[in-house]
């Protein structure tokens, strides 16, 4: 069973895995980075981002890839208005507010949601779902490889933006030391709404491209979001390029496990990571991160 | 206060006598009785959920391992023919157990860390307990004795817990222990430099609580007849005790009582007539509550009163929230434009 | 400050006397038959949840429109209760009882699925209140001595050794490669430890024509099978056997499919020809093989009655779930009628005794063993074809019987 051959496939769609898994967290490292709130929304916006391709498909037919395109702008809007009329009211209380009030967002979304869909399963067919290439002996499916392709294409334009654009290297600024950014005149208010807006956005693609993979309902996403948890713990929660690395590391660790173990407890891992990162690696790729005393 | 403090639990006496007499007022009503049980064992998990959640918090979403720690507990002992009043204790000690062994490590995190660690927790004890067939009896549950005491019983039992639940929240509260909680919630650092031991009095609180609460899974296990992981371990059931000490007034004696109370009733009306909506409307009384209302529905009465008290008596209140979240920063418009990291340390 | 203690000591009053104000509830009727359903109508199993609920109001209606149900010398009006679980095993189980002592039901129609059945099953022997249920399969919930249950599905061990048996004789009518190697998975629940003894037993039975390469079990309602299916394509096995409820199954097969994984012979239990799943799937559920309870293929004159029925009055093709839904409430009325009484334990035995002829299910009776699970093993494999097709492949003696299209063809 142990085959190279094997060994070698279950690496690659780990990897596949893995870029799927990176732009759905990307959004979390962006607000947690700038904020330090951790948008247990995400999962929400993941799933309505799954949702508006669904209606998009089925309005125009349009491809989930393009429906993923079309979120951002809209999705940006929500996450700047969430930003502006609640997170703002309370971002400067205790911490745990601000987790509990995107908490209660989360569960308001998943419920209008149910109240318009329904909870049966959906799902995107297009013609080239159940399409796989052949590469070299291995045999890829074709929704893996875009994907992919599409979550590396935006995780290179979302770099370039934050290093070769003011309002991207004033987003970085911020998420390095605030109080300086405040000092040197970069308005902090407006770059929280910016990154809210931001990750939002990229919940709402990253929703999209997922539709490409799963069928969704509106409980879609509470495992997700976990995972993603998970990742950007693993990538040292304000290292934006961490999260590539934590996403890796999840995928290939999940892949792997279920070679030696019951399949049914595969969760079990991205769980258990989680809490073992968030406990014994304070430090780590996290040296910037203080949330232990000692 | 002193005088204050004695009523209040005069009050609470009050109630708990009112509450057992329900049974001899209105004998047979098994509606009733139903409807006692659950919400007293809801009352009991929100006041132990809030020892830690609340007057330390430590805000945890993981409180369903100790519930089903206890349940099962209590099930394999009574099905090896224990008697069921002898198991429940046990099963707070497991549960207690278990509270130790993982908040040793996930309560050096601060804030929401902790309380992210614990949905991890909570969710990989559930799919583990499901696989733990020879334990557990796996993805079967357990079918646990068919004979069972009366529900007048269970409806003692199970206001015993809430009761024990509030004594112990009650004597915690005006405690040297409780303080030690509330100065610890209110600045880590700055307790700590005042001799509070931090760790020891976090851990303390998370185990009284998973202890009462394990207890009440062992109750439920009874009252069900039946234990399943996806039941007794459920995510749902960790929610409902962070909703029903945040409806009731975070760090209040008395908040979760009402908030169980309301919580539940909430929950038996709209379930039936409009389940749909039913985390719909928790969703929201959430937003409004955090928007507006820290203190939850304790707030809301200290505030509502102290607003009397200013129209008939003069000069405005000096103390608007009794003992709910004085920390909270009243305002958040004022000071919006502050980027706010600091709090993360 | 006394003041306000007062005030606080006020509201907890109230608000504990609130739920006795809430509950003031009326004597039981006698004017009329409750029947009290808790289903799943949201949730991960609301599709299914909500077939079941479209079954039992059309039997209740039939009733109902011939003017009510004769029990002994008079004629009631049945009103049927049904509540929602959201899917989950608590609420299921304290809605079932509430039906009981605040809506005062006479007798009790079941939910849908192995899982909230379990939970539900405690409450009618309690009240002695006839429990009877098509939506739970698992042999387990018939082992723990329940008086009061009776269930019209036959058991997921026996769908699993029919399958086991069907592909025995495909393997040579059909010319499989031999020995069949298999891949079975199973979902982690009693569903699937059934499934999954039933085709163990299948293999004891001819060890030289099966050899099972991989036995895996997976997580009730996944996200993601990916892992899983890797190792199914790993152990390049000739039959792939899964064991999975309606989300798992469109999940699963979609992955399956994407990955490029092929078999001579794939089969999801008692998945592939549901429309739910076909529409989930696209053309993806074409040439599955499914052993089910009830398929609007069966060309009996009850069954054509209720599937034409069904699709004028719902604008669909109707799959098992109502079909058994059906069964499984008029078996209930048809218990009460020949009890003459309304009586739960007089209705409970009259339903052990019973055989209900006219039945929508293969051989069209319904007995109880003494367990309370359905007597003999009423099952039809059927295969899926393109065009919302699903044409019955066994048993061979039916004249609706036709050839399976075997080894499948290979997708693309």
Request: glycine share 10%.
């Amino acid at each position: 069973m142990f085959t190279t051959q094997n060994l070698v496939s279950v690496a690659i769609a780990a990897l596949l895995t893995a870029g799927l898994y990176a732009v759905m967290s990307y959004g979390l490292a962006i607000i947690y980075g700038v904020m330090k709130v951790i948008n247990v929304s995400n999962a929400g916006f993941l799933m309505l981002g799954a949702f508006m391709t669904l209606m998009y498909f089925q309005w125009w037919h349009l491809d989930p890839v393009a429906g993923a395109v079309l979120n951002l702008l809209p999705f940006f809007g929500a996450g700047w208005l969430v930003y502006k009329l609640l997170v703002r009211r309370v971002v400067s209380a205790r911490p745990i507010a601000t987790l509990l009030l995107l908490f209660a967002l989360w569960l308001v979304i998943q419920n209008v949601a149910l109240a318009i869909w329904g909870s049966d399963d959906q799902s995107i067919i297009t013609a080239y779902t159940y399409k796989s290439l052949i590469v070299g002996g291995f045999r890829l499916p074709l929704t893996r490889l875009i994907v992919f392709a599409v979550a590396l294409l935006a995780l290179s334009l979302l770099h370039f933006v934050l290093g070769h654009t003011y309002v991207g290297k004033a987003l970085r600024a911020t998420v390095q030391d605030p109080q300086a950014a405040l000092l040197v005149g970069i308005d902090t208010e407006r770059i929280s709404a910016l990154a809210f807006g931001l990750g939002t956005a990229l919940s709402g693609f990253a929703g999209s491209l997922l539709t490409l993979l799963f069928s969704f309902t509106p409980d879609f996403g509470g495992p997700f979001q976990l995972k993603s948890f998970t990742i950007i713990v693993l990538g040292g929660l304000e290292n934006f390029a961490g999260v590539t690395v934590g996403a890796a590391v999840l995928a290939l660790t999940e892949s792997f496990a279920v070679l030696f173990m019951r399949a049914s407890l595969q969760n079990v891992i991205a769980y258990g990571l989680l809490v073992v990162a968030l406990i014994v690696m304070p430090g780590g790729v996290a040296q910037l991160w203080a949330r232990t005393r000692s | 206060m002193r005088s204050s403090l004695r009523l209040e639990l005069v009050a609470a006496l009050a109630v708990g006598l009112l509450l057992a007499a329900v049974p001899m007022l209105i004998p047979g009503n098994i509606t009733l009785l139903n409807l006692g049980i659950l919400t007293f064992l809801y009352v009991a998990q929100g006041v132990a959920w809030n020892i830690l959640g609340g007057f330390a918090g430590y805000v945890s979403f993981g409180y369903a391992a100790f519930f089903g720690l206890g349940a099962y507990t209590t099930a394999l002992l009574w099905l090896a023919g224990w008697s069921p009043v002898l198991t429940y204790p046990i099963g707070g000690l497991v549960a207690a157990a278990f509270s130790l062994l993982v908040g040793a490590p996930t309560l050096r995190l601060v804030g929401p860390y902790f309380s992210i660690a614990t949905i991890g927790v909570g969710e990989a004890m559930r799919i583990l307990m499901l696989n733990l067939d020879k334990i557990t009896g796996g993805a079967s549950g357990l079918n646990l004795p068919t004979v069972v005491p009366s529900k007048t019983w269970f409806y003692f039992v199970a206001l015993i817990c809430a009761a024990t639940s509030y004594a112990v929240a009650a004597w915690i509260r005006t405690s040297r222990f409780g303080l030690g909680l509330t100065a610890l919630r209110l600045d880590l650092e700055a307790a700590e430099s005042l001799g509070v031991r931090t760790t020891l009095f976090k851990n303390l609180a998370h185990i009284v609580s998973a202890a009462l609460v394990g207890a009440c899974g062992g109750v439920y296990a009874t009252y069900l007849q039946y234990v399943h992981p996806d039941t007794v371990f459920s995510f749902t059931l960790s929610i409902s005790l962070v909703l029903i000490a945040l409806i009731g007034g975070l760090g209040t004696v008395w908040g979760p009582v009402l908030g169980a109370v309301v919580f539940f009733v909430v929950q038996d009306y709209l379930q039936t007539s409009y389940p749909t909506f039913h985390l719909l409307v928790y969703g929201l009384l959430l937003l409004v509550i955090i928007l507006f209302e820290p203190g939850g529905m304790a707030g809301l009465a200290g505030r509502l009163v102290a607003r009397r008290r200013g129209a008939s008596a003069g000069p405005p209140a000096a103390d608007p929230a009794p003992h709910a979240e004085h920390e909270r920063a009243p305002m958040p418009r004022a000071d919006a434009e502050r980027p706010g990291t600091e709090r993360t340390t | 400050m006394r003041l306000q203690r007062l005030w606080t000591v006020a509201v907890v009053v109230f608000a504990c006397t609130l739920p006795l104000i809430l509950t003031t509830t009326g004597q039981p009727a006698t004017t009329e038959i409750k029947i009290g359903a808790v289903l799943p109508l949201t949730g991960a199993f609301g599709s299914s949840g909500n077939y079941f609920k479209q079954g039992y109001t059309m039997a209740i209606d039939d009733v109902n429109k011939a003017g009510g149900l004769q029990v002994g010398a008079a004629k009631y009006p049945i009103t049927l209760i049904i509540l929602d679980d959201g899917s989950d095993g608590t609420r299921s189980r304290s809605l079932v009882e509430k039906l009981v002592t605040d809506q005062h039901v006479n007798f009790l129609l079941g939910g849908y699925d192995t899982s909230l059945v379990q939970a539900q099953e405690v409450v009618p022997d309690q009240y002695k209140i006839p429990y009877v249920e098509g939506g739970g399969a698992a042999s387990e919930i018939f082992k723990r001595g329940y008086k009061y249950i009776f269930g019209t599905l036959a058991t997921i061990y026996d769908m699993a050794k029919i399958t086991m048996d069907y592909l025995a004789t495909a393997a040579d009518q059909y010319k499989l490669t031999k020995p069949l190697t298999i891949a079975v998975v199973w979902e982690n629940t009693d569903h699937g430890k059934d499934y999954i003894e039933g085709v163990l037993d299948g293999v004891k039975a001819r060890p030289d024509l099966f050899r099972i390469v991989l036995n895996q079990s997976f997580q009730l309602n996944g996200s993601d099978f990916s892992p899983l299916l890797q190792q199914v394509q790993a152990s390049n096995a000739t039959v792939f056997l899964s064991d999975a409820h309606l989300p798992d199954f469109i999940t699963m097969h979609r992955q399956y499919l994407q990955a490029g994984l092929y078999h001579q012979f794939a089969s999801y239990g008692a998945r592939g020809p549901d429309q739910r799943g076909r529409q989930a799937l696209g053309g993806g559920a074409d040439y599955l093989i499914a052993a089910l309870w009830w398929s609007p293929a069966l060309k009996g004159a009850a069954s054509q009655v209720f599937a034409d029925r069904y699709t004028r009055e719902y604008h669909a093709i109707p799959d098992w779930f109502q079909a058994l839904s059906y069964d499984t409430a008029r078996v209930l009325l048809a218990g009460v009628k020949n009890a003459g009484t309304l009586d739960g334990p007089a209705v409970r035995d009259a339903l052990a005794k019973i055989e209900f002829r006219n039945a929508l299910v293969p051989g069209g009776v319904i007995r109880f063993n003494p367990n309370g699970q359905i007597a003999g093993s009423p099952y039809i494999m059927v295969q899926t074809l393109p065009g919302n097709t699903v044409r019955i492949i066994w048993p061979k003696k039916m004249p609706e019987t036709f050839d399976a299209v075997l080894p499948m063809p290979k997708n693309q």
